[in-house]
């Protein structure tokens, strides 16, 4: 039998509308023709929405997901999700707490069968958002303390914590066949990051954990950040991630030595660059003065807002 092209849109409306839950075949739809989604090996790519970057993982037999944005921009990565697949995510990973990176997973629970994370970040998930009835949270169902890891198809794919940095939370998901590693927030890309101090992030603790990752992983690995300065540099190399880490290292070094002159914290926030990373774009207004004054109560011991 013939079936017009009306007929396999509609067919393809039926299956967006639900056979995703039960069905468990593999479509060959290349995923960078949907908007957002780029291809950066055979099985694995990126979703850049409204939020954090999401990876995926799709093989013929199994589905994985990192991390799910806001409701809305999860739909959108579903819907194209399973223009490569109508089975269900095997695996789900949140790198941490942030609600860019955790509000999507309202949306991605009917759709996945666990929800992984390292256990800081469901309870300070639970602290920041678990109280608004109208924001609804849907947490991981499955968390870990050290390192968790799984076969998934032909991929082995592990989840790490290396310490606090961003947050007291902050995991790296690692497609080890491929050696593709997912750092969530641990990198803001040619961008000023945001550290979370009430979520028990420490910059001092983000260059050591920083060094950490660095020595395990290799110069071949392939990585991806959750926010960049443009989206085109949201996968990186190590070179990137050590950056990262000497940017952290620059401010420190800056703000101790304006300390030393007598500075104070307001004079301080006033500051026009960090030496060396004059280039950094802010992506909201007044993220390098938060930077440098967050750099300021760390090393004085205040807790000044």
């Known amino acids: 039998?013939?079936?017009?092209?009306?007929?396999?849109?509609?067919?393809?409306?039926?299956?967006?509308?639900?056979?995703?839950?039960?069905?468990?075949?593999?479509?060959?739809?290349?995923?960078?023709?949907?908007?957002?989604?780029?291809?950066?090996?055979?099985?694995?790519?990126?979703?850049?929405?409204?939020?954090?970057?999401?990876?995926?993982?799709?093989?013929?037999?199994?589905?994985?997901?990192?991390?799910?944005?806001?409701?809305?921009?999860?739909?959108?990565?579903?819907?194209?999700?399973?223009?490569?697949?109508?089975?269900?995510?095997?695996?789900?990973?949140?790198?941490?707490?942030?609600?860019?990176?955790?509000?999507?997973?309202?949306?991605?629970?009917?759709?996945?069968?666990?929800?992984?994370?390292?256990?800081?970040?469901?309870?300070?998930?639970k602290l920041a958002y678990g109280n608004d009835a109208d924001k609804p949270q849907v947490y991981a169902n499955t968390t870990f303390k050290n390192t968790w890891e799984e076969s998934l198809g032909n991929e082995r794919i592990s989840a790490r914590y290396f310490g606090a940095a961003h947050t007291a939370g902050d995991a790296v998901i690692h497609f080890q066949v491929s050696n593709i590693a997912h750092v969530g927030d641990l990198v803001f890309n040619k961008t000023f990051p945001y550290i979370d101090d009430k979520g028990g992030g420490s910059i001092k603790e983000w260059i050591n954990t920083l060094e950490k990752i660095s020595k395990f992983y290799d110069n071949d690995t392939q990585f991806i950040c959750g926010h960049a300065a443009s989206d085109n540099l949201v996968i990186h190399s190590k070179k990137d991630l050590d950056e990262m880490l000497n940017y952290f290292e620059a401010l420190i070094n800056l703000v101790m030595a304006e300390i030393r002159k007598g500075k104070t914290r307001e004079k301080i926030g006033l500051l026009s660059e960090i030496p060396g990373f004059a280039n950094l774009k802010e992506r909201w207004e007044g993220a390098r003065k938060l930077n440098l004054e967050r750099a300021y109560d760390e090393i004085t011991g205040s807790n000044e807002q």
């Open 1 to 125: 039998m013939n079936i017009t092209r009306k007929e396999f849109l509609k067919a393809g409306a039926l299956i967006t509308g639900g056979i995703l839950t039960q069905g468990f075949r593999y479509l060959n739809t290349a995923l960078d023709e949907y908007p957002g989604f780029k291809l950066i090996r055979d099985k694995i790519g990126i979703f850049i929405g409204e939020g954090g970057t999401i990876a995926w993982y799709v093989d013929k037999n199994s589905v994985a997901s990192v991390d799910s944005q806001y409701p809305d921009s999860a739909k959108k990565f579903i819907e194209g999700l399973k223009s490569k697949a109508d089975r269900k995510i095997d695996l789900h990973f949140n790198t941490h707490h942030h609600r860019d990176h955790t509000f999507g997973n309202v949306v991605i629970k009917e759709y996945a069968n666990k929800i992984i994370a390292h256990e800081n970040c469901v309870q300070f998930q």
